[in-house]
């Protein structure tokens, strides 16, 4: 896909995966719709991709509120004449035993990480045909694939927008729009700095750069799908799918270790 001067709207933009996407969007002169529920980091990201010759609009908007998902479609079309892109990277986690965890937060993840993305794809559907080549990219995680305990809101959700990418790209198959599934590992972004996990618990952290780097080239080659993790987690996804029992034993070896570490673990 040839990303010059295309339409993008970017939920999530104010940092993160999200802020360095929106850096590498502007090398290709994109024209940038940067969504979030802070108008300051937005600014922020929205002045760097300006510097770098790309183009921004900010746009504050709380994505679980009535009305939202429509209003910042809107927002990208009306201000930049289309939509060609759409990347659906905000969300939240909560970590902690299932029993632990609110009503309000097993809510709050659904609806940013599940509903959000369905809701602000539907919207952008008609803008993303008219486009002609038009794509969206939704922003998973690496625990879709291999379900961790303590993570189970979490993984739920995230492998709802899996599996709704990928119905939607087998729905939209020869109309001219495609969909690409990321699937980060730990990532170095405020929404972990409240986890205590590490490598020693099976989280091997990398850089929202290279995650963003990722997803860009993933955007060019027109890829179905970025999982990254490297070797360690292949290993572990293969052997999910083979002997998922053998995940079970391996994990249990770390369970006590792993609920102290992320006990505390929320973006909320």
């Given at each position: 896909m040839d990303l010059q001067q295309r339409s993008i709207l970017l939920t999530g933009g104010g940092s993160g995966i999200g802020a360095s996407l929106a850096l590498r969007l502007a090398t290709h002169a994109a024209r940038l719709t940067l969504v979030?529920?802070?108008e300051g980091p937005l600014e922020?990201?929205?002045?760097?991709?300006?510097?770098?010759?790309?183009?921004?609009?900010?746009v504050t908007a709380d994505l679980t509120e009535a009305g939202a998902p429509a209003r910042i479609?809107?927002?990208?079309?009306?201000?930049?004449?289309?939509?060609?892109?759409?990347?659906?990277?905000?969300?939240?986690v909560r970590a902690g035993r299932l029993e632990r965890i609110s009503e309000e937060e097993v809510l709050a993840q659904v609806a940013l990480n599940v509903t959000a993305p369905i809701l602000v794809t539907r919207a952008a559907l008609g803008a993303l045909r008219a486009s002609g080549d038009g794509l969206v990219v939704n922003v998973s995680s690496a625990i879709a694939l291999v379900g961790m305990p303590?993570?189970?809101?979490?993984?739920?959700?995230?492998?709802?927008?899996?599996?709704?990418?990928?119905?939607l790209r087998r729905e939209l198959?020869?109309?001219?729009?495609?969909?690409?599934?990321?699937?980060?590992?730990?990532?170095?972004?405020?929404m972990?700095?409240?986890?205590?996990?590490?490598?020693?618990?099976?989280?091997?952290?990398?850089?929202?750069?290279?995650?963003?780097?990722?997803?860009?080239?993933?955007?060019i080659d027109e890829r179905l799908s970025?999982?990254?993790?490297?070797?360690t987690r292949s290993r572990m996804i293969a052997m999910n799918r083979d002997d998922p029992a053998a995940v079970d034993r391996m994990l249990a070896e770390r369970k006590d270790a792993l609920e102290e570490a992320v006990a505390g673990h929320s973006s909320l």
């Open positions: 979030g529920r802070h922020e990201v929205a002045a760097a991709v300006r510097a770098a010759g790309g183009e921004a609009q900010v479609v809107e927002a990208a079309v009306e201000h930049f004449g289309g939509l060609d892109v759409l990347v659906n990277n905000a969300g939240n303590f993570y189970t809101v979490y993984a739920a959700t995230k492998a709802g927008v899996a599996h709704f990418g990928e119905a198959d020869g109309e001219g729009v495609r969909v690409l599934t990321v699937y980060p590992g730990a990532t170095r972004t405020a972990m700095k409240t986890s205590k996990a590490g490598p020693e618990h099976g989280f091997d952290y990398e850089s929202p750069d290279a995650v963003a780097q990722a997803v860009l080239e993933a955007m970025v999982i990254r993790g490297g070797e």
